[in-house]
């Protein structure tokens, strides 16, 4: 490319990227292109600025444009760019593996490393596995996930994501994936949503079931959280049945619920937690999960191995910039800033309750759904036909229009999420609540 006007760049979008889980059917659409980041800002490429309300994708705790991760990863490069952990170790890794074991609940301790979210699900899945085939309990292979819960496109993860319609495509997929309830609390199921698990897994049989997997705060559908005591019986359940908790934490960590991990707020012990996203703000990209020392014990013995590996999983830049980025955390004290603010952030999105197509607002820490109704006296959601006309139709783009990056997501029921920066405070909490305001103002009129 020999130029890059703003038009090119929109062309060439337009007709080279294949851009992630993005409708392409209008090849005239336009396509926003930013090109840089200050802080909680975005800019396009004709210089307009947006509020980040996603964190990119759950991802930027410390915003955008911070030149000592930038630096970090420079450094790094020069001194050791790329080596594997294949058989081999090198300084980033080890360091970063103790520092994330230091900062994991209870006794995980034990890293292994992905390049993302996606493959540290599936990685925790095939340990399960491997595990149980170790200790003598091989027909352990089932996994029990929520209704709605996403938990990446990989073929295992994608088996135990409960999405349908990003599921249909791709099968069969892998066997032994289980659904139960989810805690959404506008929406309340009618069984208990702890002792569904117990259920599910006493109609597969203990015998055959290996692991729950289960975010803090369920993304997809709009960030459900868990009512009060809700993961301490899952935890009770998990030990009673020899089955293992894994608390998939790809969003949650780092900060996203004011700790570093979504598990330390709601006070459980997982057996594996899951992360990505916010490990390196996103400056690079780095995944993992962390299991407790009995998982890998079978492993330590007759030269056994964990048949899994990444080729740029524990990559030697990323890690160094996962280590400046938690750095940076701590001493700008974002998790504490997290949790001074979140009630304020909060009191300030509940504001928009007087919408008459607000529902419900829910969520923890900077993480964030506005669930949108029809009838707030019934509850009553739109239809497949309304929901595409709302979301796809006008919301998306008209909050984007409006200096807002969020998402308008229809996985569940029609919601809007929001996971700013970390960094963000209440001038930024009331832009949001103008913007949503008068957007979802316009929205309803449309109706």
């Known amino acids: 490319m020999t130029t890059t006007s703003p038009d090119t760049l ?28 200050e802080g909680a800002w975005v800019y396009d490429q004709n210089g307009k600025r947006y509020l980040d309300g996603l964190a990119g994708l759950f991802v930027s705790q410390v915003g955008h444009g911070r030149n000592e991760l930038a630096d970090a990863a420079a450094e790094q490069a020069r001194k050791l ?3 594997p952990v294949w058989s081999y170790a090198h300084p980033g890794a080890i360091e970063l593996a103790e520092r994330l074991a230091d900062l994991a609940p209870g006794d995980l301790e034990r890293v292994f490393f992905t390049t993302g979210g996606g493959e540290a699900v599936e990685s925790a899945w095939k340990l399960a596995r491997q595990y149980f085939q170790a200790i003598g309990q091989p027909h352990r292979y089932k996994v029990i996930g929520r209704h709605i819960a996403y938990h990446g496109t990989t073929m295992g993860a994608l088996s135990i994501t409960g999405v349908p319609s990003i599921k249909t495509p791709f099968e069969p997929l892998v066997p032994g994936a289980i659904r139960v309830v989810n805690t959404n609390p506008y929406r309340p199921a009618p069984i208990d949503p702890a002792e569904a698990i117990a259920l599910a897994i006493e109609m597969e049989g203990p015998e055959s079931v290996a692991a729950v997997f289960l975010e803090p705060v369920q993304n997809s559908g709009g960030c459900f959280p868990p009512p009060d005591g ?14 293992l908790l894994v608390s998939d934490e790809v969003i949650c960590a780092f900060g996203r619920l004011g700790h570093w991990f979504g598990s330390q707020r709601y006070d459980y012990q997982p057996d594996i937690i899951t992360m990505a996203k916010g490990m390196t703000s996103g400056y690079s990209p780095i995944g993992g999960m962390i299991a407790r020392p009995y998982l890998v014990e079978p492993f330590l013995r007759d030269h056994s191995t964990f048949l899994q590996g990444i080729t740029f999983g524990g990559h030697p830049v990323s890690c160094a910039v996962a280590l400046a980025n938690l750095d940076l955390m701590e001493r700008e004290g974002l ?11 909060r009191a300030t999105l509940d504001k928009l309750r007087d919408l008459p197509i607000v529902g419900d607002v829910r969520g923890a820490g900077y993480f964030y759904g506005i669930e949108l109704v029809k009838d707030k006296a019934t509850r009553t959601s739109f239809n497949a036909e309304e929901s595409e006309r709302l979301l796809r139709g006008f919301l998306s783009r008209a909050l984007y229009d409006a200096g807002l990056i969020c998402r308008a997501d229809d996985r569940g029921d029609p919601v809007v999420q929001l996971a700013p920066p970390l960094i963000i405070g209440p001038p930024e909490f009331d832009y949001i609540e103008q913007v949503l305001r008068t957007v979802l103002t316009e929205a309803w009129s449309r109706i």
């Open 10 to 37: 929109t062309a060439a979008a337009q007709r080279y990227l294949w851009m992630h889980f993005t409708p392409m059917s209008d090849p005239t659409a336009s396509i926003p292109v930013i090109v840089r980041g």
């Open 81 to 83: 760019a790329y080596f």
């Open 230 to 243: 809700y993961f301490q019986r899952v935890r009770e359940i998990c030990d009673e049945t020899g089955v």
């Open 335 to 345: 998790l504490e800033h997290v949790r001074a603010n979140e009630g304020t952030f």
